[in-house]
């Protein structure tokens, strides 16, 4: 029979369509909307508010204004304008009516085939790491349900077939096929510590610093949560491109760090967050501000342990004591 509250799965990531429906329906230009889900494609179905027929760009700037208002995976892929809606005998509006009339996503008109040779290989790997059977070289990775675990498998897949090494990050400023492939394609790639998020904005910049997992790609998500005003720059390990030597220490870490931050905002005030281990490299940069005489203004630690001295421990010694942690919990059941 179906849900009765409209809620939909896609990817393994639960949505509510009227969420959605209630966005569009707040945007200017739009009159009413219903949003589908067919074969993992978000359609949005829209009466404009315009009596003649809507232009075609608005369905991109619409896309831009809901990227503020929901999350990449809530976006809708496809915009249709209607006259109306179908209905029931009831007068309810009848979705079932809708997906019969709705095409195919892989037959879909002006969908882009890719063309070129690194095209063809980031669209292979987007389409199995994605599980999707065809993939529009225009389409956006985060609006196709991409995030970072699958990132780092799309990475991993290009390196391996093309020993080519992308950044993670990447993926946030090349979010397409084509855009992807025509960086990769480049003769240089650089690898920047400094990654701007969400660069747009007026506030303090907000400075974020990676786990032990090394990359800044899961705070895309972060970013794009907090104020639309606020600007948030990630910063992400040395020696993740195989060549540039990693940092010795954590203080040497946060010096590098600190330099590239003062390069581009030499007067402060500073905003710092760090994530598990990054959180006491913030901490770090935060002490050396301050010594310089700068102002930080936030220091944000995010799942960081409080004994500094765990991340000094002997690797072999760490994983004892997580096996006795563990072993305690079955034996007292605390």
């Known amino acids: 029979m179906g849900r009765i509250d409209q809620q939909v799965k ?13 966005a569009l329906d707040a945007l200017a230009g739009i009159s009413s909307s219903v949003v589908l889900l067919n074969e993992d494609i978000l359609i949005a179905n829209v009466i404009a508010t315009e009596k003649s027929n809507p232009v075609t760009d608005q369905a991109g700037t619409w896309k ?3 990227k503020e208002m929901l999350p990449a995976h809530m976006i809708p892929h496809q915009f249709n304008f209607v006259k109306e809606f179908p209905t ?3 007068g309810k509006i009848d979705r079932k009516a809708f997906l019969q009339l709705l095409p195919n996503k892989s037959t879909k008109r002006g969908f882009t085939e890719p063309s070129t ?3 063809k290989i980031i669209a292979n790997i987007w389409q199995e790491c994605l599980s999707i059977d065809k993939i529009d070289v225009y389409s956006d990775f985060f609006e196709l349900g991409g995030h970072s675990v699958v990132g780092v498998q799309v990475m991993a897949r290009i390196e391996k077939e093309t020993q080519n090494r992308l950044p993670l990050v990447a993926l946030l400023k ?3 096929i084509k855009n992807l492939a025509s960086y990769m394609d480049r003769e240089s790639i650089v690898w920047d510590s400094l990654v701007p998020l969400k660069p747009e904005g007026t506030k ?3 400075y974020v610093i990676h786990g032990a997992n090394h990359n800044v790609l899961m705070f895309n998500a972060l970013a794009h949560k907090l104020d639309k005003d606020q600007p948030v720059y990630g910063l992400q390990s040395r020696g993740l491109n195989g060549v540039t030597e990693p940092h010795d220490s954590i203080d ?15 007067d402060g005030p500073y905003a710092l967050g760090g994530f598990s281990y990054g959180g006491i490299v913030a901490y770090e940069m935060a002490r050396q501000l301050l010594a310089q005489g700068k102002e930080v203004t936030i220091l944000a630690q995010f799942d960081t342990y409080v004994y500094p001295s765990y991340y000094y421990t002997n690797p072999l010694m760490k994983k004892l004591l997580m096996n006795l942690f563990q072993i305690g919990k079955v034996v007292f059941k605390f």
């Not at 639960?14 to 959605?20: A, D, N, Q, Y």
């Not at 040497?252 to 030499?266: C, G, H, R, T």
């Open 117 to 119: 040779k690194s095209e």
């Open 174 to 176: 090349h979010p397409t």
């Open 64 to 66: 831009e204004i809901l």
């Open 10 to 22: 896609i990817r393994g990531q639960r949505i509510e369509l009227g969420e959605i429906e209630q």
């Open 204 to 206: 303090t910049p907000l």
């Open 252 to 266: 040497q870490m946060a010096a590098d760090y600190i330099s590239e931050i003062v390069a581009s905002n030499p």
């Open 88 to 90: 029931t005998l009831s």
